[in-house]
């Protein structure tokens, strides 16, 4: 995988770019053989579609010949039991449904390939709806604008529904039609949006129109989301030509330049009616035909490289085929034996199972990433600010710089996750799926993913570094110690003499109960009568047999002044002076613990 790495070191930038590729994997494709899924005999069936929710798997099909006509009855099977079994059958008026899906209620919404004509720029468009899972459906109108005049085909609308609707996260309709404009020659194929369940539907943006292209034109698209969350669109052009691809990483907005399918030979994707489908296991699978009934994979679950072919059928057929994914790693793909103009004699709609396997390749075992090694083989260069020398260490350079690059071992920003569209206004950046905004995509203008990319370099001073081991603080306050150990042994022993004589304790007891007795009381309680110089406190004394030899010796005893161990009122009425002992408060709080109480009886 190619990678980036940046190290900061030393107050300097190292940047570090090493491009590789990642270990690929493999598939195991088990192809299971044909059953039938609808045997129509003598009466057309042909131009299947299938669909897959849960257990349940949908299969529609044109009853009806190849011409434009509309208001047609076609049909429809449907298995309840991952297709085993086919005992569903539906068919009504307007219902050859080209597009399939579950609204986020739980409704199953679908919308016939058929449009009829209004005028040059509106026609009528026919979807059906069912609330119990497919076992009765009905019928709406609704109704298609386009920025400008189509062609008129009569009875069709100026353009067609043409497979695989989706629903997007603002509950909105959006897909693919295709038709010609009045002023080109040849097929355009378009994206459009309904906002009100598919009632009114608008133009939003051109996929792909060329008239200098061959054959017919960009025409059946089918569009799928793909793993990195961007819409793959691949179009047919005409019979015996090659499919065409085009992407949108902006939901439709804007497409690339239509260009083959990269990776398998252009000769070799003849097709009509192409049909795409990501499964679970990550791979994007194709299916397309005429001639033959085919297979195509994409590990990368993209479409950026195709690969794995597969030919399923060489029968008659009318090459329109179909997949889903009906278990985990399993494709349903659905084809016909024949069209009207090709006279089968018996119509069926087939099936086939096809098991995807997904094979690792097993990983590399993790190593050290050797930086320093590349640097002195010349492989990546240094650009750093370091200029510190020691003639200690006359070896030292800004290789050192490379020290701990050895265990870097996940790398921040993957190139082969990064992927820039074709105009190159916006980068598409893919990663595991993030449950916060529920999707493993970010698309950026390329301002915004540059800002991304680098707002881990710190800001000017900002310490982003930490040191371990050698670098440590612990291990550089030790070696200091010893550095000064033998310094002093090589002296000898005499020792050096600290003046402590300004030394100040490093919390000095505060001076405010002091101040607010002098505030107060106006009288400094630590200013000597006698001789008016401050007085410093030498000692506290509690104990009461102390403080009565004290006050005998300075004859105060006899002074009707006493010790009182309680702080309860004085048991006699007559005047007296109480003090209380200081207790453990060497400076107390004089505003709510008085210490000096006088009873005035």
Not at 29 to 47: A, H, L
Not at 224 to 233: E, K, N, V, Y
Request: proline residues 5%; negative net charge.
């Amino acid at each position: 995988m190619t990678w980036i790495a940046e190290l900061i070191l030393f107050g300097g930038v190292l940047a570090a770019v090493e491009a590789g590729s990642a270990s690929g994997d493999t598939l195991n494709i088990q192809i299971g053989n044909r059953f039938i899924i609808e045997d129509g005999g003598g009466s057309i069936r042909q131009f299947p579609f299938v669909y897959t929710f849960d257990n349940d798997a949908f299969v529609s099909f044109s009853e009806h010949g190849d011409a434009a006509t509309v208001h047609n009855v076609d049909g429809m099977r449907l298995s309840r039991d991952n297709g085993a079994g086919w005992t569903g059958y539906h068919r009504t008026n307007d219902f050859y449904l080209s597009s399939l899906v579950r609204l986020k209620n739980g409704t199953l919404w679908g919308m016939s390939y058929v449009t009829e004509w209004i005028d040059g720029t509106n026609c009528s468009c026919f979807f059906q709806t069912s609330t119990n899972n497919g076992d009765t459906w009905t019928g709406h109108v609704g109704r298609v604008a386009f920025p400008a005049p189509a062609q008129n085909i009569s009875p069709y609308g100026g353009f067609l529904f043409h497979r695989d609707m989706l629903v997007m996260e603002d509950g909105s309709l959006q897909g693919p039609m295709y038709g010609t404009y009045a002023t080109h020659t040849k097929y355009s194929s378009v994206w459009v949006k309904s906002s009100d369940g598919g009632s009114n539907w608008s133009f939003v943006s051109t996929i792909a129109h060329d008239d200098a292209v061959g054959g017919e034109g960009f025409c059946e698209p089918v569009v799928a989301r793909c793993a990195d969350g961007s819409l793959l669109c691949v179009m047919r052009i005409g019979s015996n030509l090659p499919l065409y691809q085009s992407r949108s990483v902006d939901n439709g907005l804007s497409w690339s330049a239509p260009t083959t399918l990269p990776g398998v030979n252009p000769d070799t994707t003849y097709s009509v009616d192409p049909s795409l489908c990501l499964m679970s296991n990550g791979v994007l699978a194709l299916s397309y035909g005429r001639p033959d009934n085919k297979l195509l994979f994409s590990l990368d679950g993209n479409g950026e490289t195709w690969g794995y072919g597969q030919n399923i059928y060489s029968g008659k057929s009318s090459g329109y085929t179909g997949i889903r994914e009906i278990l985990p790693g399993r494709l349903l793909m659905v084809g016909d034996e024949g069209a009207n103009w090709q006279n089968p004699g018996a119509y069926r709609i087939w099936g086939v199972f096809v098991d995807v396997t997904r094979v690792p390749t097993p990983p590399t075992p993790q190593g050290k990433l050797d930086l320093a090694s590349k640097y002195r083989l010349g492989q990546i260069s240094v650009d750093t600010d370091m200029t510190w020398t020691d003639a200690s260490y006359p070896d030292a350079g800004v290789a050192a710089a490379f020290d701990g690059s050895q265990y870097i071992v996940r790398n921040p920003f993957s190139v082969e996750k990064m992927r820039v569209n074709q105009a190159g206004d916006a980068i598409t950046y893919r990663s595991e799926m993030n449950e916060k905004i529920h999707r493993n995509f970010e698309v950026f203008s390329p301002c915004d993913f540059i800002a991304a990319i680098t707002q881990h370099i710190p800001d000017k001073s900002f310490q982003l570094v930490r040191y371990y081991g050698w670098y440590s603080n612990k291990m550089r306050g030790q070696r200091n110690k010893r550095a000064a150990a033998n310094a002093q042994a090589v002296a000898g022993t005499a020792l050096a003499v600290i003046d402590v004589s300004d030394y100040l304790p490093r919390r000095i007891p505060s001076a405010k109960w002091r101040e607010l007795i002098k505030k107060v009381y106006e009288a400094d309680p630590l200013l000597c009568p006698r001789c008016q110089h401050t007085m410093r406190i030498v000692s506290l004394i509690d104990d009461g047999d102390v403080i009565e030899r004290i006050l005998r010796h300075l004859g105060l005893w006899d002074q009707d002044v006493r010790v009182c161990s309680s702080t309860g009122p004085p048991a006699s009425a007559h005047r007296e002076l109480v003090l209380e002992p200081w207790l453990e408060d060497p400076l107390p709080d004089y505003d709510t613990e008085p210490v000096f109480m006088c009873a005035n009886g």
